[in-house]
């Protein structure tokens, strides 16, 4: 188990690399090679969550390790088929680091299995958790794209065309890149909330208690919100819609990661 | 030396000035100076390339002083130079220099905007117009087709080409790395100069869905507009229009700022934030230089336009080092091909064929054949031996027959494709 995850791993070191070589060098070769590289890594990555899935017994986002490997597993997922449709030139290069980091934050997590709490023993766990993470996925690839696109403007704002000019895309592509995402992600993490929100019913008799993963949850939620409703109403785009994506995505890793360890609350066994 | 039959003679935008190069136009088309090259004596082969910058024959001759003088004196009939003169403006490249300058030419290394493609099809043009009256033969048409390979060779590995180096097609560039595509953007031109005109017709080309042309007189305006299929606008609706198009180019000879960041800043919410690129060319300039702090909103003026040039133009001269060296390289695989086209080389090349034939063969049967006397092998090892020699008889005494030398080229060419014999990597 332990050594399928850490081949996970390297493969994925090995892709990021292998991206970061094509963005230097744009020698197309290097990039069919970083993208068999990253389709390895998601077979096995998948292989090593359905592993995990069998020794464990149930669903595997129940800790850290869980839910930040499917994290990575749902970016990696996204990205690839996101791929054909759309063209974004070096989109790679930015994604695949952030799920190499995500991975070495799995890796160094607990990787233990332990007994279920009575409590989230349920049908919903399946639903709500992986909802809720690969909302999270298409955040983190709004979020690659929103740097990408600030990179880009930068340059052509400045008149200054360093690293980035030629390299990345045109603005356009960036900004419906991050719009393409939203479209996704956000479809996704509303029905994460509302999944949750049934299964809290259930549970423990109340669709909402202001838990502090919720509140967040929700001030997530509003922040994207916001970002959309003003995207569609003024046609709000390019630079503030990119640091929306940026300011939103850290709203998200919080509500990951800060909310628990600051915070504490019901979600609390979870990471 | 087959090589040296090869020669370039011609004027270029480096050695002759325009009022010379002007001279020697052939207004009726290429067709009438290459039949008359051709027919000048000691000409085996020749194409002819004429653009406003160069004019240049290409051919091969084995008489050499005299052709040359007749040629130069052909291509200076229009003038009124003498031989001396004349000379001072030519040059004349033979052998492997006439090969590397062909395969530069080719791939815009010697042209004045080092790295631009027209010069590839002007290339192409004339050696069709020398292929459609037969005045090429094996060599020319060899190289020339050579010619087209390199340069397309040059243009995927270098990037020659990749960054652009004149203001109107700068424009463009950055146009598209805002919008990506250009199709169904729209472009308004304010003020009717030459520049404006130039990179509005980039930007057509590039697929821009329509042109504005808004002018202080409405005549010009609407002149301009008819030549890009557009409409023509009063300056007053400048705020209006504004509200549709994406691009716009400035250039009117206006003392004062034409449009200010104040009158942009309300209507970037009735555009909805699309993007809009301003283009400033006009010197006093046009556009408040502030609108580059608005959002969506990309403004360059000229200056900003000279550097980008200035950066791409020194990225060209690094492209155009690996440019040379690939031309090098191929001048080298063209010799090599040229020694083969000589007739020994050939003739060793079809007997080290057929005889590595021959003896893979006989390996191949004397494996199977067990038990065989020696006194059989050997009479089957004589019987292939004459067979293959006999057979081998007739072409060789082929390639040797006297002719002239178009037709030893021919016949060599010949050869060389029905027995497949390769040199190297030229195809």
């Given amino acids: ?271 | 030396m087959l090589a040296d039959t090869i020669m370039v003679l011609g004027v270029n935008h480096k050695t002759a000035p325009v009022e010379v190069r002007e001279k020697l136009a052939f207004p009726e088309g290429p067709k009438e100076p290459l039949q008359k090259i051709k027919a000048i004596s000691g000409t085996d082969e020749c194409c002819f390339l004429s653009t406003c910058n160069r004019v240049e024959v290409i051919f091969a001759s084995k008489a050499q002083e005299e052709t040359v003088r007749d040629i130069r004196r052909f291509l200076f009939s229009g003038s009124k130079l003498s031989d001396t003169e004349s000379e001072r403006y030519c040059y004349l490249h033979q052998g492997r220099d006439a090969i590397s300058h062909l395969f530069r030419v080719g791939s815009g290394l010697d042209s004045m905007v080092v790295g631009e493609p027209q010069i590839l099809g002007q290339l192409k043009e004339a050696y069709r117009d020398a292929d459609e009256i037969k005045t090429m033969g094996v060599l020319l048409n060899r190289l020339l087709h050579k010619s087209f390979s390199v340069a397309k060779r040059i243009r995927t590995e270098t990037n020659i080409g990749g960054n652009a180096v004149s203001i109107s097609y700068a424009a463009v560039q950055l146009a598209k790395k805002i919008f990506g595509d250009l199709k169904n953007k729209k472009v308004l031109l304010v003020g009717a100069g030459e520049m404006a005109e130039l990179a509005a017709e980039h930007l057509v080309t590039q697929g821009v869905s329509k042109v504005i042309v808004a002018n202080r007189t409405l005549e010009r305006a609407v002149k301009l507009a008819r030549r890009f299929n557009g409409s023509a606008v009063a300056l007053d609706e400048l705020a209006q229009q504004l509200q549709v198009v994406d691009i716009l180019i400035s250039s009117t000879g206006s003392p004062n700022l034409v449009l200010r960041k104040e009158e942009v800043k309300p209507l970037m919410r009735q555009r909805r934030n699309r993007p809009l690129f301003l283009i400033d060319i006009a010197v006093p300039r046009d556009l408040d230089p502030k609108l580059n702090d608005l959002d969506n909103i990309y403004l360059y003026d000229i200056d900003d336009l000279r550097h980008v040039v200035e950066i791409n133009k020194s990225e060209r001269d690094k492209e155009a080092v690996k440019a040379e060296r690939i031309v090098s390289e191929e001048m080298l695989g063209f010799l090599q091909w040229l020694e083969g086209m000589e007739v020994t080389p050939t003739i060793q090349e079809l007997l080290a064929k057929a005889n590595a034939i021959r003896e893979a063969e006989m390996k191949k049967t004397m494996n199977k054949l067990n038990g065989l006397p020696e006194k059989d092998k050997k009479s089957i090892e004589i019987l292939c031996n004459s067979i293959v020699n006999k057979l081998l008889h007739d072409p060789i005494l082929f390639l040797k027959a006297n002719g002239d030398a178009l037709d030893k080229q021919v016949k060599l060419d010949v050869v060389r494709k029905m027995f497949r014999l390769h040199r190297n990597s030229v195809e």
Avoid at chain 1, 151 to 167: C, M, P, T, V
Avoid at chain 1, 230 to 243: F, H, M
């Fill in chain 1, 1 to 271: 188990m332990t050594l399928l995850f850490t081949l996970t791993l390297v493969i994925y070191v090995l892709a990021t690399a292998a991206y970061i070589a094509y963005f230097s060098s744009q020698k197309e070769k290097i990039r069919t090679v970083a993208r068999s590289i990253l389709f390895a890594g998601a077979a096995s990555h998948t292989l090593c969550l359905v592993v995990r899935f069998i020794l464990a017994g149930h669903t595997p986002l129940t800790n850290n390790h869980e839910a930040v490997s499917f994290f990575a597993w749902s970016i990696t997922v996204g990205f690839l088929s996101f791929r054909w449709r759309y063209q974004v030139k070096n989109f790679g290069t930015f994604v695949t680091p952030l799920i190499t980091a995500l991975m070495f934050i799995s890796f160094f997590s607990s990787q233990d299995i332990y007994e279920l709490p009575p409590a989230l023993k349920s049908g919903w766990l399946p639903v709500h958790a992986s909802t809720a993470i690969m909302a999270n996925g298409f955040l983190a690839m709004a979020f690659c794209g929103g740097i990408m696109y600030l990179l880009q403007e930068r340059e052509i704002k400045k008149k200054r065309f360093g690293l980035f000019y030629s390299r990345l895309p045109s603005l356009d592509a960036l900004d419906s890149l991050n719009h393409h995402c939203l479209s996704i992600g956000f479809p996704l993490m509303t029905l994460g909330i509302i999944t949750g929100s049934v299964w809290a019913k259930q549970a423990w008799g109340s669709y909402w208690q202001w838990d502090p993963k919720e509140t967040w949850s929700l001030i997530t939620w509003l922040l994207y919100a916001a970002l959309l409703h003003q995207r569609l109403t003024v046609g709000w785009r390019g630079r503030r819609t990119a640091i929306m994506a940026i300011v939103g995505f850290s709203a998200a890793l919080f509500t990951l990661w800060g909310v628990t360890s600051l915070l504490g609350g019901v979600h609390s066994y979870v990471g």
